[in-house]
């Protein structure tokens, strides 16, 4: 064959660099051409020729080796896939040149040792006597453990060149890798026995494999996860010296493992599942154990404990240990808080992956390892505790089982154990490369490639590589809500034969395992949306997977199912409805969060279903002025005045659950929600305002209003602070027509001001909102509307400190526009007074707020917890900026303004607030508000006191950001904020 023609063969067969394989080729002779067609089905074939004439050149006996290859086709095969699939096996083979024979053993691809001969082999290799009980090495220390890890090596070699080339199963694989590691621990547990010395005598110690190497799924490399038990040999052993001594012999078989000789490293050995983690006693007696497991330990702890195994020391302890603890395994989701303990075990994997991971992480990203093994095991430990043929540790066994036993269609379960299968090879196939520790799939082309031709796919290897897994992944994830949400509805609705069919106990248990507080009722609501053979039934089992998933993530699934019954009751029908939550999974997604979380957002969609079609869009608040101008064109296609009014409040009501989707979805800041409900306020108040003039002068007959009117927001409404369940506190001005008599005129502004309260604030099936104007001068004992005169003439004369200060707030908002500019050109010079305050004032400001103080907070309340009168609350934070704008807002500009932090940032900024007091009371302001927004949002109905219930402080915590299991967190960052604030006020307010 000519070189052109070498070279497209080479190119054929997968080689990169063509003249070197031809060089290479050279070199091996004969040997060379007889085994081109074996290279090029090797993963990398260059890499495997050129490691193949490393090893030719580090021989003894160069022509026995090309010659056995060149005439065995298994032995050929074996060593050429192992050259040209791990680096790593490669460099060992070079350095220990004899092992290749290791691959020549005709056995090799039919017959998978023993566990007790690996064993052997491993405790021979260091010099230990595997007959006898506790075995202890001869050999010196140093020699011992290069020997334990060339032995490691061997024993591995002959497991890589199987599984590359004999197609064994992945479960097999991982099998006899858990059995290499289990010979391996009990090697090293001699080798650490010599170094201990005679003490090691006086104690029984046994090796619990947790994890993968507990499941008998090891990959090829892992941390290979232990608990150590003991036992004083004799009763004269004190029990302080027999655990200080066992603690010796685990720590030296833990170095002997993880330690870097010229011989390289095996794994390391984690002992951080034990008790206390890594600040408890490296090992326990079962005594100890058993307290502390029944005392101490968390749920996520016998999660862990699901796949202990004894696997080396002394084994009657062993699983003595194993005995003890299995029984708190299978009723763990029997405790209060499993489900959150599972979720948070889960959302602390995800939390680990480094971003720039996320998208190529086989193990931990969404579709993943970690989805398959934590379904699999929850199914377990919610089922496990009644059937016990599901208890196995390793998770196909378990996957077989569950399927076998019905917990999963048989299918599902197929196809979940093929993706399983091919996520774990392709694990195994990364980490055998250089024998690393990684479940990171690399980026880069050559890589890729070499992983895919692994695998067996020779042509475009890469690209079917992706293609391959991508599959699986989405398979995972669907699978992954299948397996749990899918078979409940088997529980309750005829679906098809294939489909698992869960008994109502079985069904209650596994909705009680995932969160839902009424697994009856849960029933009842699943039977009513599926029950039939109608289409509505159909999409409904389609959809409730995913939607059964949603609800249990957040804090209220039962409301959540309760809420989308209620909704798909009204809406079934409805042609768009149920195919806008099949074919739009953001509207479903959104939607179910909402429910599940917000009992207000859920009264607003219960009030009006068709607000569902606004979550398939932009959730921003709209323009104030364009929300204006569609209220009162909606209003004015109405019949008579009561109809415009209920227009404007069904237009308020949809853009309050606009505003307070986008709030518990997270979309929109704390400030801008206040913004935007005071901007909403102001467009309703507007619109019924227009309204009412027309209708109130319609029913007197007069040609033209007999006076102009205005409204003033007060209060939080004054200052773009409102909460969802806030009134509008306001004033309300006028001033006659030139010509018109001042009483008819105040007669008709008392009857529009009458009516706009009474309008907006009557009982119907749109929120109301409360017109509140007892800030008025005089209170409720004043007139309801006065002139603008009238105004000037009461604070002219009797205005005091508190109503300058109430008048920070002011902001004239509704209606004419002269009549607002002059009014607040009236107001300027009492709330921002030239002279600031005097001493007198000034106390009179700190005594009114210290009457506040005692008189205002409810009976019982928890001062450190409420959030309006509490220390370094709300109105702590107010009442000293307020009194700062009072004191200098003639010579700041900036002070000039109704909202609260604006007013903070100008403070600092004129130096009147270290920058960092500003910061703490922007912080406490912002969390407080929040909270309190949140509060209101979860439960329904507002409330001013820290939420005590746990599904109200899980849904604020969710609503806040925090994780549903971070309640402590969010009552800590609540208190340290308030309370770093309540120390600014104490300096800047009380002096």
Same mark, same amino acid.
């Given at each position: 064959?000519?070189?052109?023609?070498?070279?497209?063969?080479?190119?054929?067969?997968?080689?990169?660099?063509?003249?070197?394989?031809?060089?290479?080729?050279?070199?091996?002779?004969?040997?060379?051409?007889?085994?081109?067609?074996?290279?090029?089905?090797?993963?990398?074939?260059?890499?495997?020729?050129?490691?193949?004439?490393?090893?030719?050149?580090?021989?003894?006996?160069?022509?026995?080796?090309?010659?056995?290859?060149?005439?065995?086709?298994?032995?050929?095969?074996?060593?050429?896939?192992?050259?040209?699939?791990?680096?790593?096996?490669?460099?060992?083979?070079?350095?220990?040149?004899?092992?290749?024979?290791?691959?020549?053993?005709?056995?090799?691809?039919?017959?998978?040792?023993?566990?007790?001969?690996?064993?052997?082999?491993?405790?021979?290799?260091?010099?230990?006597?595997?007959?006898?009980?506790?075995?202890?090495?001869?050999?010196?220390?140093?020699?011992?453990?290069?020997?334990?890890?060339?032995?490691?090596?061997?024993?591995?070699?002959?497991?890589?060149?199987?599984?590359?080339?004999?197609?064994?199963?992945?479960?097999?694989?991982?099998?006899?890798?858990?059995?290499?590691?289990?010979?391996?621990?009990?090697?090293?547990?001699?080798?650490?026995?010599?170094?201990?010395?005679?003490?090691?005598?006086?104690?029984?110690?046994?090796?619990?494999?947790?994890?993968?190497?507990?499941?008998?799924?090891?990959?090829?490399?892992?941390?290979?996860?232990?608990?150590?038990?003991?036992?004083?040999?004799?009763?004269?052993?004190?029990?302080?010296?027999?655990?200080?001594?066992?603690?010796?012999?685990?720590?030296?078989?833990?170095?002997?493992?993880?330690?870097?000789?010229?011989?390289?490293?095996?794994?390391?050995?984690?002992?951080?599942?034990?008790?206390?983690?890594?600040?408890?006693?490296?090992?326990?007696?079962?005594?100890?154990?058993?307290?502390?497991?029944?005392?101490?330990?968390?749920?996520?702890?016998?999660?862990?404990?699901?796949?202990?195994?004894?696997?080396?020391?002394?084994?009657?302890?062993?699983?003595?240990?194993?005995?003890?603890?299995?029984?708190?395994?299978?009723?763990?989701?029997?405790?209060?808080?499993?489900?959150?303990?599972?979720?948070?075990?889960?959302?602390?994997?995800?939390?680990?992956?480094?971003?720039?991971?996320?998208?190529?992480?086989?193990?931990?990203?969404?579709?993943?390892?970690?989805?398959?093994?934590?379904?699999?095991?929850?199914?377990?430990?919610?089922?496990?505790?009644?059937?016990?043929?599901?208890?196995?540790?390793?998770?196909?066994?378990?996957?077989?089982?569950?399927?076998?036993?019905?917990?999963?269609?048989?299918?599902?379960?197929?196809?979940?154990?093929?993706?399983?299968?091919?996520?774990?090879?392709?694990?195994?196939?990364?980490?055998?490369?250089?024998?690393?520790?990684?479940?990171?799939?690399?980026?880069?082309?050559?890589?890729?490639?070499?992983?895919?031709?692994?695998?067996?796919?020779?042509?475009?290897?890469?690209?079917?590589?992706?293609?391959?897994?991508?599959?699986?992944?989405?398979?995972?994830?669907?699978?992954?809500?299948?397996?749990?949400?899918?078979?409940?509805?088997?529980?309750?609705?005829?679906?098809?034969?294939?489909?698992?069919?869960?008994?109502?106990?079985?069904?209650?248990?596994?909705?009680?395992?995932?969160?839902?507080?009424?697994?009856?009722?849960?029933?009842?609501?699943?039977?009513?949306?599926?029950?039939?053979?109608?289409?509505?039934?159909?999409?409904?089992?389609?959809?409730?997977?995913?939607?059964?998933?949603?609800?249990?993530?957040?804090?209220?699934?039962?409301?959540?199912?309760?809420?989308?019954?209620?909704?798909?009751?009204?809406?079934?029908?409805?042609?768009?409805?149920?195919?806008?939550?099949?074919?739009?999974?953001?509207?479903?997604?959104?939607?179910?969060?909402?429910?599940?979380?917000?009992?207000?957002?859920?009264?607003?969609?219960?009030?009006?279903?068709?607000?569902?079609?606004?979550?398939?869009?932009?959730?921003?608040?709209?323009?104030?002025?364009?929300?204006?101008?569609?209220?009162?064109?909606?209003?004015?296609?109405?019949?008579?005045?009561?109809?415009?009014?209920?227009?404007?409040?069904?237009?308020?009501?949809?853009?309050?659950?606009?505003?307070?989707?986008?709030?518990?979805?997270?979309?929109?800041?704390?400030?801008?929600?206040?913004?935007?409900?005071?901007?909403?306020?102001?467009? /309703?108040?507007?619109?019924?305002?227009?309204?009412?003039?027309?209708?109130?002068?319609?029913?007197?007959?007069?040609?033209?209003?007999? /006076?102009?009117?205005?409204?003033?927001?007060?209060?939080?409404?004054?200052?773009?602070?409102?909460?969802?369940?806030?009134?509008?506190?306001?004033?309300?001005?006028?001033?006659?027509?030139?010509?018109?008599?001042?009483?008819?005129?105040?007669?008709?502004?008392?009857?529009?001001?009458?009516?706009?309260?009474?309008?907006?604030?009557?009982?119907?099936?749109?929120?109301?909102?409360?017109?509140?104007?007892?800030?008025?001068?005089?209170?409720?004992?004043?007139?309801?509307?006065?002139?603008?005169?009238?105004?000037?003439?009461?604070?002219?004369?009797?205005?005091?400190?508190?109503?300058?200060?109430?008048?920070?707030?002011?902001?004239?908002?509704?209606?004419?526009?002269?009549?607002?500019?002059?009014?607040?050109?009236?107001?300027?010079?009492?709330?921002?007074?030239?002279?600031?305050?005097?001493?007198?004032?000034?106390?009179?400001?700190?005594?009114?707020?210290?009457?506040?103080?005692?008189?205002?907070?409810?009976?019982?309340?928890?001062?450190?917890?409420?959030?309006?009168?509490?220390?370094?609350?709300?109105?702590?934070?107010?009442?000293?900026?307020?009194?700062?704008?009072?004191?200098?807002?003639?010579?700041?500009?900036?002070?000039?303004?109704?909202?609260?932090?604006?007013?903070?940032?100008?403070?600092?900024?004129?130096?009147?607030?270290?920058?960092?007091?500003?910061?703490?009371?922007?912080?406490?302001?912002?969390?407080?508000?929040?909270?309190?927004?949140?509060?209101?949002?979860?439960?329904?109905?507002?409330?001013?006191?820290?939420?005590?219930?746990?599904?109200?402080?899980?849904?604020?915590?969710?609503?806040?950001?925090?994780?549903?299991?971070?309640?402590?967190?969010?009552?800590?960052?609540?208190?340290?904020?308030?309370?770093?604030?309540?120390?600014?006020?104490?300096?800047?307010?009380?002096?």
């Amino acid at each position: 064959m000519n070189r052109a023609t070498m070279r497209t063969e080479l190119f054929r067969l997968g080689f990169d660099d063509s003249d070197r394989a031809q060089a290479n080729l050279d070199d091996l002779g004969g040997a060379g051409s007889a085994l081109l067609a074996i290279l090029g089905r090797t993963a990398e074939p260059d890499a495997a020729l050129q490691s193949l004439c490393r090893l030719a050149d580090a021989v003894d006996d160069r022509d026995v080796l090309l010659a056995a290859l060149a005439e065995d086709e298994g032995t050929a095969m074996r060593l050429l896939s192992v050259l040209g699939a791990s680096a790593a096996l490669a460099d060992h083979l070079c350095t220990h040149p004899e092992q290749w024979r290791e691959l020549t053993d005709p056995a090799l691809g039919c017959t998978r040792p023993a566990a007790w001969a690996m064993r052997a082999s491993l405790l021979e290799a260091v010099g230990a006597d595997p007959a006898v009980d506790v075995p202890i090495s001869t050999t010196p220390e140093a020699e011992a453990v290069d020997a334990l890890r060339v032995e490691y090596r061997r024993l591995l070699l002959r497991l890589a060149a199987r599984d590359l080339t004999h197609h064994l199963g992945v479960d097999d694989v991982a099998a006899e890798l858990s059995d290499l590691a289990a010979g391996t621990l009990e090697a090293a547990l001699a080798i650490a026995r010599q170094r201990v010395g005679e003490e090691a005598a006086d104690v029984r110690l046994a090796v619990i494999a947790m994890g993968k190497c507990g499941g008998h799924e090891l990959n090829y490399v892992s941390d290979v996860d232990v608990i150590f038990v003991h036992e004083p040999v004799a009763p004269d052993v004190d029990d302080a010296a027999a655990g200080r001594t066992a603690a010796k012999i685990a720590s030296q078989m833990m170095l002997v493992c993880s330690a870097h000789t010229a011989e390289g490293t095996i794994w390391p050995v984690d002992a951080a599942l034990r008790p206390e983690g890594r600040a408890g006693p490296l090992s326990r007696t079962i005594t100890s154990h058993r307290s502390y497991y029944q005392r101490w330990a968390e749920l996520w702890e016998f999660q862990a404990l699901l796949k202990a195994r004894v696997v080396a020391g002394d084994l009657a302890l062993g699983r003595e240990f194993v005995a003890m603890v299995s029984p708190m395994v299978w009723s763990a989701a029997d405790r209060d808080g499993f489900v959150d303990s599972a979720r948070a075990m889960r959302r602390r994997v995800l939390d680990n992956i480094p971003t720039k991971e996320a998208d190529r992480q086989l193990k931990l990203g969404a579709g993943g390892l970690r989805d398959v093994e934590f379904a699999i095991q929850l199914l377990q430990v919610v089922h496990g505790r009644a059937d016990e043929r599901i208890r196995a540790c390793a998770t196909l066994s378990a996957l077989a089982e569950l399927t076998h036993g019905g917990y999963v269609g048989r299918e599902d379960g197929e196809a979940l154990h093929r993706a399983y299968a091919f996520l774990r090879q392709l694990e195994h196939r990364i980490q055998l490369y250089r024998l690393q520790r990684t479940h990171v799939v690399p980026s880069d082309d050559a890589a890729l490639r070499r992983l895919g031709r692994s695998l067996g796919f020779l042509k475009e290897p890469a690209k079917r590589l992706d293609d391959t897994w991508q599959h699986h992944r989405r398979e995972v994830s669907r699978l992954h809500q299948k397996l749990f949400y899918r078979p409940l509805l088997s529980a309750v609705a005829r679906i098809g034969a294939d489909e698992v069919r869960l008994s109502s106990e079985a069904a209650g248990a596994r909705l009680a395992a995932l969160g839902y507080a009424d697994p009856e009722a849960a029933l009842r609501n699943l039977q009513a949306l599926t029950a039939g053979v109608t289409r509505t039934a159909s999409i409904q089992r389609t959809l409730l997977p995913a939607m059964l998933q949603w609800f249990a993530e957040c804090p209220n699934p039962d409301g959540g199912l309760f809420g989308f019954r209620r909704i798909s009751e009204a809406l079934g029908r409805t042609p768009w409805y149920l195919s806008t939550l099949r074919d739009e999974g953001e509207v479903a997604e959104r939607l179910a969060h909402l429910l599940a979380t917000s009992r207000y957002c859920t009264d607003l969609l219960e009030r009006e279903p068709a607000g569902v079609r606004l979550l398939g869009g932009d959730l921003a608040p709209l323009d104030p002025e364009a929300l204006a101008e569609e209220m009162l064109a909606t209003a004015r296609r109405q019949d008579g005045q009561a109809k415009a009014v209920r227009a404007i409040r069904a237009v308020r009501r949809r853009e309050l659950l606009r505003i307070a989707a986008g709030d518990v979805l997270g979309l929109i800041d704390v400030a801008d929600v206040g913004f935007a409900l005071t901007r909403l306020t102001d467009a /309703t108040l507007e619109a019924t305002l227009q309204v009412t003039v027309e209708t109130v002068r319609e029913q007197r007959g007069l040609d033209r209003a007999p /006076t102009r009117l205005a409204i003033v927001a007060m209060g939080r409404y004054g200052g773009f602070e409102l909460s969802y369940g806030s009134d509008a506190d306001v004033l309300f001005v006028h001033e006659p027509a030139p010509g018109i008599d001042a009483h008819a005129a105040g007669s008709f502004a008392r009857a529009v001001a009458e009516e706009v309260r009474r309008a907006l604030g009557a009982p119907g099936p749109d929120p109301a909102l409360v017109v509140d104007a007892d800030l008025r001068p005089e209170g409720r004992q004043g007139p309801l509307v006065r002139t603008l005169d009238a105004y000037a003439a009461y604070y002219g004369k009797w205005s005091k400190v508190w109503e300058a200060q109430a008048l920070l707030r002011a902001d004239a908002v509704v209606g004419d526009h002269d009549l607002r500019r002059r009014f607040t050109d009236l107001i300027d010079p009492l709330r921002y007074p030239e002279r600031g305050l005097d001493d007198a004032e000034v106390r009179e400001v700190r005594r009114i707020k210290a009457r506040v103080d005692s008189e205002r907070l409810p009976r019982g309340a928890d001062p450190a917890l409420h959030l309006k009168l509490g220390r370094g609350a709300l109105a702590d934070i107010e009442w000293t900026v307020q009194l700062l704008q009072l004191r200098y807002g003639a010579q700041v500009p900036g002070l000039r303004t109704s909202q609260t932090l604006p007013a903070v940032t100008a403070a600092a900024e004129a130096g009147l607030l270290a920058a960092e007091d500003a910061e703490t009371l922007a912080t406490a302001w912002r969390m407080a508000t929040r909270v309190r927004n949140a509060l209101l949002l979860a439960r329904g109905k507002p409330g001013d006191q820290f939420p005590r219930a746990s599904i109200e402080r899980r849904a604020v915590a969710g609503i806040l950001g925090y994780q549903l299991v971070e309640t402590d967190r969010l009552l800590d960052d609540y208190l340290r904020g308030t309370r770093r604030a309540r120390a600014v006020v104490d300096r800047v307010f009380w002096g």
